[in-house]
């Protein structure tokens, strides 16, 4: 698995679902997940994503440390997203690279 999937599913360990129906995914992180960040450009990576058809909006609350996701659950299978933040961590790597396989050819 790539490098940055490696690193994508290690942060999940400060993520939980706060709530996920098909199409929007809330999810709720500890403080602990913005110190993990500050080694990536967040921003940088929120703009790319806004460019990402498949994604419709993001709603980002550092008040109440959430993330709301809006998504094309046409294109994201829910059930992808369920097996990213599941409890079984093999299926979470594999979720992740799948997801980053499509959303690749999105992505200039």
Avoid at 70 to 89: A, K, S
């Amino acid at each position: 698995m790539p490098n940055t999937a490696t690193e994508i599913v290690k942060l999940r360990q400060w993520v939980h679902v706060a709530h996920h129906i098909p199409g929007r995914i809330r999810l709720k992180f500890n403080s602990a997940l913005v110190t993990q960040m500050a080694r990536f450009k967040t921003e940088q990576i929120m703009e790319q994503a806004n460019r990402l058809p498949p994604l419709k909006r993001f709603q980002l609350n550092t008040g109440s440390n959430s993330l709301i996701l809006e998504y094309d659950h046409g294109t994201i299978h829910p059930g992808l997203l369920d097996r990213l933040f599941g409890e079984c961590q093999m299926g979470a790597e594999q979720a992740c690279q799948e997801l980053i396989d499509l959303l690749a050819p999105h992505y200039q």
